[in-house]
């Protein structure tokens, strides 16, 4: 059993859809004598459980219909003959007309241990299993199950969830109860044979809380995976310190162009320019230049805080020789000023981080966006790093619809429109035309306040920056630019993860964390 933490350095870990999940278990059960893979399944669950809570006296197993229901009935066979000083007490729904083998085998072995069965939960227990829908989650829309379900998601008490939490969609990680999520006690799940997209992103890390994994001695790789949990990288490379021959050309130049000034239409963002300018330069960049849009007498021409940046004339950067050689970042409050870059950037920049206004532009201009879906073909590369309602405005559809399948959206974002695209929120999505996509496990809701994309999109430019100028070699079966991304993206949420618990974490405060590509 491998405990899933994204602070660890764990490898890239192949995430199985519904679909593909089921293919591994089909195989699994053809390949192995009637009932075993659910007694491994049952055997993984009442381990967990006793570890999880080693002195309960009461534990509640709320048990479905179908073969995720057999693992909780197996389980609970198993933790009451194993803990004679607990009260084992299941709730079971279904059909015994209707079971499958091995779930009506689980319940003749329920019975035959002599587990107690009620109709509702007991009025406390210290751990709750929920075993209720599994693989075949949907919605519970009434009825006892989902009774069950939202007193376990109103306990106080452990719940472990067994393969997913029931109503969570396994590729989407859609909430589909019509109840709120909104555990009110500690949440563990054990994922069974694979580990399902839905589990890291959207409503997935909220509902599941601390995710393991047991493959039931079971092998998936012959089956490919609909996504990576992106791992981390140790560090391996000598550090700037030890190049002694290295100069700030070595590291790269980064523009960064946005920041619209308020004499445009009352809405000035400047702000949003220079916390991505600082991030690039923190991140490593040798070089960082900063053209703000619509610069009027009183725009700033020098940041006294961080008087390394070099300002330029926006307009000018973007149509001259530096857009040809520097990595560029444009859209960071960029407003309706944005809009005179981007001919000029999608036409000649070697690698545009593209963010904020500067997609929304894009979206309203069938024009750009052909060519910016051109770009790759003539060996200019770029990095998107959309919000959902900005996914939204580029896919015409409804934030709604990019947070029910944000791999689907990112993958469509990615073939599309040609780039690499980091799809922000919980578990971002990193995709790239012709690749499987990637999860990001880092980050938690201190980054939802504003400002933080902008840093983000700094480190992304940042990074780049020093990766096309020298710096050791990427994997080359992702490439440099989704390398650049899943780094900046694993490294900004990390920074929240290690934010002391209890505090409030503002944008600018981010930079301090980053540190320089060194691999």
Known sequence: ???????????????????????????????????????????????????????????????????????????????????????????????????????????????????????????????????????????????????????????????????????????????LNPFDLMPAGPRHTLSLLTLKPGLFTADGRDAAGQVWLDRLGVDPSGVPPDAWLAGSHSVSSPTRQQRHSAHKGSHGDLLVLGGQDVSVDGIGMTGAALLAARAGLQAGAGRVYLGLLGAGPATPAFDPLWPELMFRPAQAAAEGELARQASTVCGCGGGKAVRQLLSPLLEQSPRLVLDADALNAIANSPDWRAQLARRLSRGLYTILTPHPLEAARLLGCSSAQIQADRLGAARRLAEELQCVVVLKGSGSVISAPGQTPLINPTGNALLATAGTGDVLAGMVGGYWAQASAGQPSHDACHGPALETARRAVSQHGALADRWPAGCNLRADELLAGITAWQD
């Open 1 to 175: 059993m491998q405990r899933i933490n994204p602070a660890s350095r764990l490898p890239d870990l192949a995430l199985h859809g519904s679909a593909a999940s089921r293919v591994i278990e089909w195989a699994a059960l053809a390949a192995l004598p009637p009932h075993t893979l659910m007694q491994r399944a049952a055997a993984a669950v009442a381990a967990l459980a006793r570890a999880l809570a080693p002195h309960a006296r009461q534990i509640w197993i709320a048990c479905g219909p179908g073969n995720n229901g057999g693992d909780g009935l197996l389980a609970a066979a198993l933790l009451h003959d194993l803990l004679p000083q607990t009260r084992v007490t299941v709730s079971w729904h279904g059909d015994e007309n209707r079971l499958p083998d091995d779930a009506r085998h689980a319940l003749q072995q329920a019975r035959a241990a002599c587990v107690r069965f009620s109709d509702r939960a007991p009025d406390d227990f210290d751990l709750g299993i929920d075993a209720l829908l599994g693989l075949g989650s949907r919605g519970l829309e009434g009825g006892p199950m989902a009774d069950w379900m939202l007193t376990l998601q109103r306990t106080r008490s452990i719940v472990l969830c067994v393969d997913l939490p029931s109503g969570l969609a396994p590729d989407s990680g859609a909430w």
